[in-house]
């Protein structure tokens, strides 16, 4: 069994950083995720009883006063940090430069999604998924498509 201090690597290429015991995640540890996000905690026996969520971009979960991304601002995290672009030069994600959604898809955050096909690929076009109902309606209404810029958002109440 794995004991002590280590990397594991997940076979969807996530990796943990950090404590082992009896081959469970136990102390402190980090999993590393693909597209660059990082979740810290502290474990016991293989459950995390405290942590914290990093986006690639830096930006921290708060579960309590979560407001990022909510419907009512729009704003992207860098445009939080930076400030707005010149008026005419629009940031259409989150990404500088962004991702280039190749024709008649939609670019769902960790891929881009194919609604012929249902099929979700992440940036270098590897399969990650087929959408069900529920992650294509909401795909379609939330994430921008090829040459359509960003979703809509909505008014506050």
């Avoid at 860098?78 to 989150?94: A, V, W, Y």
């Avoid at 992650?135 to 979703?151: D, E, F, K, N, V």
Wanted: net charge negative; glycine share 14%.
């Amino acid at each position: 069994r794995m004991e002590g201090h280590g990397l594991y690597q997940l076979p969807t290429g996530t990796e943990y950083r950090g404590a082992l015991w009896d081959g469970m995640f136990h102390g402190q540890g980090e999993l590393r995720f693909p597209q660059g996000g990082t979740y810290r905690a502290r474990w016991h026996r293989g459950v995390p009883t405290q942590g914290k969520f990093i986006f690639a971009d830096g930006l921290e979960y708060e579960e309590k006063e979560w407001h990022y991304c909510d419907g009512y601002d729009r704003r992207f995290y860098t445009e939080i940090c930076s400030g707005f672009k010149p008026p005419g030069t629009p940031q259409l994600t989150n990404l500088e430069p962004p991702n280039t959604i190749p024709e008649g898809c939609y670019d769902c955050g960790d891929g881009f999604y194919d609604p012929e096909t249902r099929v979700v690929v992440d940036y270098k076009l590897r399969f990650l998924r087929n959408a069900d109902e529920e992650q294509h309606g909401w795909i379609l209404r939330s994430c921008p498509r090829a040459g359509a810029g960003r979703a809509g958002g909505q008014p506050k109440p």
